[in-house]
């Protein structure tokens, strides 16, 4: 049993973000081109600096001819540059929303797959923090930031190469003054994270405690809790400034060392470059344009600052977003076949979440097409026992099989033409009458819709404006009765042999529940009718009643058999009609009418 949502490990996650670049390979291959044409157009420009100072140090030939001749090229190359570069952005934004909805696309069907005893069992608020939150941090940062960071890095990776191809010491000499701003990025992100944690965390608890002191105002009055609410605000007040002080000093100390570190290389460029010069090892100009691209690199390297948090926050997100792909799978259910239409129940244990099983050593048979009431006090396990029945949960040991098959290895679309379990959740979608009802058969003819609401009972789609064509749940609202009418409809449509009916009318109005009841009568006939009974009157009405006490099955057989043994249903009985005696029992309101309660 799943309680939390896996998150993926590190080989996960690469496989993945892998499979993202290699599914866009096209425009990966043309951000790296792009960007790589833009980076080799920028280096050309510096390139013709030197040779301007060199040819003017030179001063001879046509000294003004040539200087044009290369500020023009550099003029050019800046602007082929300039124009490469947003193109390549511009590739790398549409890579960035093409990749965010596969992500969220993917994140969405893998959900959808989850199986119903996963799904049910995952906290909803981090399912629901995962499709919103980490989604919009991934969209956010494959969209702005990747492209960019990309762009800078292919850019540094150009202008290193550059200085060591012109000089390789002053590259080097460059490179080791770089050591200061990865020095500085080093100090600075080991304490961000847990520092901007705690901002977070101490602002929201700020708010917590301004927003329920005010909430709370005349309760605060009446018992004279002023002071300890305003000692509660200094607090929070106080906590929360400490934690912004801690950034802030934290940023105090990054953007100086960031800074003076990135002037740095091109200081020991220059100096080391002036004394290779005055050696006569190397030109004016060769200096002069590995100093230009030694401050070059401030701008790729400042782009990789502003976003590395943003990155570290997106790869979280993004383990958390694909940690979907752990749960398993719907493929892992069986493709075996039902012989038949009988439903056995063997040996079952079921425990929620660890703890102490609440059916104990099941056993029981369901015969095709009889009516089967399940009784008992509340807490029994007759829900639990009717998710099992149905496939939506595993018993922990023994099995549920429908025709020798185990039912929860069914896929959902084999499953529903078995067991179907009707509870009072009946959900409309916000769509047509048509598509809602085609969820459960894709390829259904309008006849056989019209026909299945027909059969409920349900004339009121002749009164809708557009008849199957007309959305519902939004602008038309469907009542109670209706709703149910519909969902019945698609069990109609999927056509299973046996029916789990849980609380499928117990909590709607008199009026709603008479309609349901009928439109129910009409799904039910033909069908084998596994009740969870509420009303001694179901279980009496029934072929067999089944009779729970606190997980185990305690009683089996019919009304008569079971009121002939005097055991636990036949007081029961005695109890309640003997309450009632000479009365319709179906006209008694009240709690003595559930079964056992
Ligand atoms: N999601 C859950 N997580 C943990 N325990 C649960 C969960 N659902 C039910 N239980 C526990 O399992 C036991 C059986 O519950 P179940 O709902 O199956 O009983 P029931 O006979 O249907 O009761 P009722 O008639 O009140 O609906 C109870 O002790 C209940 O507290």
Redesign the pocket.
């Known amino acids: 049993m799943t309680a939390t949502l896996p998150v993926a490990g590190a080989k996960l996650v690469r496989a993945a973000a892998w499979g993202d670049l290699r599914a866009d390979r096209g425009a990966v291959a043309g951000l790296l081109l792009l960007n790589g044409m833009a980076s080799a157009a920028g280096l050309v420009g510096p390139w013709l600096l030197g040779r301007i100072v060199d040819a003017v140090r030179a001063g001879s030939g046509d000294v003004l001819g040539t200087v044009d001749r290369l500020a023009l090229g550099a003029l050019v190359f800046t602007v082929v540059q300039m124009l490469l570069g947003r193109w390549a952005l511009a590739v790398g934004y549409r890579f960035g929303e093409r990749t965010a909805g596969r992500v969220r696309e993917r994140f969405l069907a893998r959900t959808l797959a989850l199986p119903p005893s996963v799904a049910?069992?995952v906290p909803a608020g981090d399912l629901i923090a995962r499709g919103t939150t980490d989604a919009s941090v991934v969209a956010l940062t494959l969209r702005r930031a990747v492209p960019e960071v990309l762009v800078a890095l292919v850019q540094a990776v150009f202008l290193i190469a550059a200085v060591l191809v012109l000089n390789p010491l002053l590259g080097l000499c460059g490179l080791v003054c770089f050591l200061g701003v990865g020095a500085a990025l080093r100090w600075y992100l080991r304490r961000a994270r847990p520092a901007y944690l705690t901002e977070a965390a101490t602002g929201a608890r700020l708010a917590d405690v301004v927003t329920s002191t005010a909430k709370g105002a005349r309760t605060i009055e009446a018992l004279a809790l002023e002071g300890r609410r305003a000692e509660a605000a200094d607090r929070a007040v106080a906590d929360a400034r400490a934690a912004r002080l801690r950034t802030l000093r934290l940023r105090t100390v990054l953007f100086p060392s960031f800074d003076v570190s990135c002037a740095l290389p091109a200081v020991g460029v220059l100096l080391v470059g002036g004394a290779l010069h005055a050696n006569g090892l190397v030109s004016v100009g060769v200096v002069v344009a590995a100093t230009v691209y030694m401050r070059q690199l401030v701008g790729p390297l400042d782009t990789l600052t502003v976003w590395v948090e943003q990155l570290q926050g997106a790869i979280a997100s993004y383990a958390r977003i694909e940690g979907l792909a752990e749960v398993p799978r719907e493929e892992l259910r069986t493709a075996a076949s039902p012989t038949d239409d009988r439903i056995e129940v063997s040996g079952v244990r079921y425990a929620?979440?660890g703890?102490r099983d609440?059916?104990r050593g099941i056993d029981l048979v369901v015969r095709p097409g009889e009516r089967l009431a399940i009784i008992?006090?509340?807490?029994?396990?007759?829900?639990?026992?009717?998710?099992l029945l149905a496939g939506l949960d595993r018993p922990r040991t023994g099995s549920v099989t429908v025709g020798g098959t185990p039912v929860a290895d069914l896929p959902a679309d084999r499953l529903r033409e078995q067991v179907v379990l009707i509870t009072q959740d009946h959900h409309v979608f916000h769509d047509t009458v048509r598509d809602n009802l085609r969820v459960v058969k894709p390829n259904a003819t309008d006849e056989e819709l019209r026909g299945a609401l027909e059969a409920l009972g349900a004339r009121w789609i002749n009164d809708l404006p557009q008849g199957l064509n007309t959305e519902v749940g939004a602008v038309i609202s469907l009542d109670g009765a209706r709703a149910q009418q519909l969902s019945l409809a698609r069990v109609v449509l999927a056509d299973p042999h046996t029916l789990i009916l849980?609380?499928a009318t117990a909590l709607l109005d008199p009026t709603t529940a008479r309609e349901t009841e009928q439109s129910l009568a009409a799904v039910l006939r033909g069908r084998t009718v596994i009740a969870?009974a509420?009303r001694l009157q179901t279980a009496h009405d029934a072929n067999r009643v089944a009779v729970?006490e606190a997980?185990e099955l305690v009683e089996l057989g019919t009304h008569d058999q079971l009121v002939g043994a005097g055991g636990h249903y036949a007081s029961l009985w005695t109890s309640w009609h003997g309450e009632y005696d000479g009365q319709d029992p179906r006209r008694q309101p009240g709690a003595a009418r559930r079964a056992g309660?």
Request: proline share 0%; no cysteine.
């Open positions: 049910e069992h929620y979440d703890g609440v059916l008992g006090t509340s807490g029994a396990g007759k829900s639990t026992l009717a998710r849980d609380e969870i509420h729970l997980g309660q």
